[in-house]
């Protein structure tokens, strides 16, 4: 088969399309012929080898995929030769075949294209399992999203507002909160012009929000606190601007605040399976109502990951970044 090797670690161009050898497929996996992928933050940190596959993983670059289902190991029963998928991955979603752990697959939701539906599994499982399984956003509570415009940000816009969450998003220029506001978002906030605390102080009567969901990491650790309520659950997915932070302690504790840490890829594939059943139990319907749709912003072919990586490195982007076989 093919797929995108990291020739050395680096800028975009040491992404190169090579003949490799098809993936084993073990008892409990399937082996998905790969019709498309999506990018990820991710991605780019192990291209630039900062972010290494969890052991035992496929060495691509990849966290999801949608495509076709090729065979079956001896111990899968839901899925079969022939059936449309769209999954979860460790990697392994730039090549034209990866083999996947049976519970980390979900069925096409009606009415969306096999193609498009590459963009759900990563956006859904890290937002739900976050934001709704350990943060416990709740309908009639106020939720801060940081990077509105991403596919991360896109996908929980819409989910949240389906659920009756009031949503307060951050983004960095006007095309982005536009982009936010016609998904749903109440609040849009330009980061560079704006300062969130303060906006978001304004907006809920000095209160604060009840969830945020964060990627940023140490330049907003103290600002997220500040913004949020009684009881407030501030979810930290990314690092992207730093690692390291000072915060006052002072502050957690009268408000009865909770800080919470996610990392999606180094979960088990039991856990996995859990939050994959749990996605489709809860967030499925609502993409098949129509409530929840995907937003694309480019469909490139396979071969031209290393331009689709610059694309995602600009951050000129709103939603998914789609790769082709």
């Avoid at 949608?66 to 001896?74: I, P």
């Avoid at 890829?265 to 749709?293: L, Q, Y």
């Amino acid at each position: 088969m093919k797929a995108i090797v990291i020739s050395q670690p680096g800028k975009p161009e040491v992404l190169q399309l090579r003949d490799v050898a098809d993936p084993e497929v073990k008892d409990d996996e399937v082996l998905i012929r790969v019709v498309a992928t999506a990018l990820n933050r991710a991605d780019t940190l192990q291209r630039l080898g900062l972010y290494n596959p969890p052991p035992g993983s496929s060495p691509y670059l990849g966290l999801e995929c949608s495509g076709t289902v090729e065979s079956a190991g001896k111990n899968v029963c839901r899925w079969k030769v022939g059936d449309q998928v769209c999954a979860l991955l460790s990697g392994g979603g730039y090549a034209e075949k990866v083999a996947v752990p049976a519970g980390q697959i979900f069925p096409i939701p009606a009415g969306i294209s096999l193609k498009n539906a590459t963009a759900f599994p990563e956006v859904a499982c890290t937002v739900w399992s976050t934001v709704f399984m350990m943060g416990r956003l709740s309908p009639g509570e106020s939720f801060l999203v940081h990077g509105g415009s991403s596919g991360i940000g896109t996908f929980a816009i819409q989910i949240a507002k389906h659920l009756g969450v009031r949503v307060f998003v951050t983004a960095g220029n006007e095309e982005k909160l536009a982009a936010c506001k016609e998904l749903g978002a109440d609040v849009c906030i330009n980061y560079k012009t704006e300062d969130f605390v303060a906006k978001v102080k304004a907006e809920t009567d000095g209160k604060g929000v009840d969830v945020i969901l964060d990627c940023i990491g140490a330049p907003y650790l103290q600002k997220n606190l500040d913004s949020l309520s009684f009881d407030g659950r501030l979810c930290i997915i990314g690092l992207m601007g730093g690692a390291n932070a000072e915060i006052k302690l002072s502050s957690l504790l009268p408000k009865r605040l909770t800080v919470l840490g996610a990392a999606l890829r180094p979960r088990s594939s039991e856990n996995k399976a859990v939050v994959v059943a749990e996605v489709e139990k809860n967030v499925w319907p609502a993409i098949e109502a129509g409530k929840v749709k995907p937003v694309i912003h480019k469909y490139l072919p396979l071969s031209q990951a290393a331009e689709a990586h610059s694309l995602m490195e600009s951050s000129n982007h709103i939603g998914k970044i789609l790769l082709e076989t």
